[in-house]
């Protein structure tokens, strides 16, 4: 089946550190991505759409300048975490759009923990 | 706009108990209806899905119908296991631009 890894699987930072985290599709191209949020206890909220070779697509209420993503090819996407705050503590997941028959399938990455102190 | 609104959970089981899990939607559109499934420790998978009204999706006896009239999407399975224990999301997609919108997730643990 369809394969998505994320990297790191948790990572703690400084206050006002930026922190990178990588998403890539291991056995299929993926060009769009997509990247959510997980607060505890509760569902995941969709952050971005990430097509490859253009810009990023943002929800209504995420600042673009504050998360950066880049997908640079059709298996890596990354997000960056800017100047990263203690409300930015959370789970993040990755997932990857398996193109062909399933158009609307999403393969999910095991997700990120980031702990901002 | 989309939603998803999920039975809250957290739902606590015997071993063989008849699991449900009660989901509706709201969508602009006609949409695609996702059961996704997460075990400790590990990302989401999907379980099981539905394209049309009246479809039935099915996978590791977990069962879901695609009702178009009541917009629901319930999740059932006749004889759950300690395996089963999980959080459970409903989601939905509307074909166009693939996002999926997810409820609030249901957590369920199955005791031996």
């Known amino acids: 089946g369809a394969v998505v890894s994320q990297h790191p699987s948790w990572v703690i930072c400084k206050s006002g550190t930026s922190v990178k985290i990588e998403c890539r599709s291991l056995?299929?191209?993926?060009?769009?991505m997509f990247w959510y949020r997980q607060f505890p206890k509760q569902s995941l909220m969709l952050m971005a759409t990430?097509?490859?070779?253009?810009?990023?697509?943002?929800e209504q209420g995420v600042e673009k300048d504050k998360f950066l993503i880049n997908h640079a090819s059709l298996t890596l996407s990354t997000l960056t975490v800017t100047s990263a705050h203690p409300e930015d503590s959370s789970f993040y997941i990755c997932s990857a759009r398996l193109p062909g028959l399933s158009t609307d399938t999403q393969y999910f990455g095991p997700g990120t923990r980031l702990t901002v102190l | 706009g989309n939603s998803v609104t999920q039975m809250e959970g957290p739902v606590t089981l015997s071993e063989e108990a008849f699991l449900t899990i009660n989901c509706t939607y709201t969508?602009?559109?006609?949409?695609?209806l996702f059961w996704y499934v997460q075990y400790p420790g590990e990302g989401l998978q999907l379980l099981l899905k539905a394209t049309k009204a009246d479809d039935k999706g099915s996978n590791k006896g977990f069962e879901a119908t695609y009702r178009k009239e009541t917009t629901s999407f319930h999740l059932e399975k006749g004889s759950v296991q300690v395996s089963d224990s999980a959080v459970y999301f409903c989601a939905l997609s509307v074909h166009n631009d693939y996002k999926l919108s997810f409820g609030a997730g249901t957590t369920v643990t199955v005791r031996a």
């Open positions: 969508a602009t559109g006609y949409p695609s």
């Open positions: 990430s097509n490859e070779g253009s810009k990023a697509t943002y």
């Open positions: 056995d299929f191209q993926a060009t769009t």
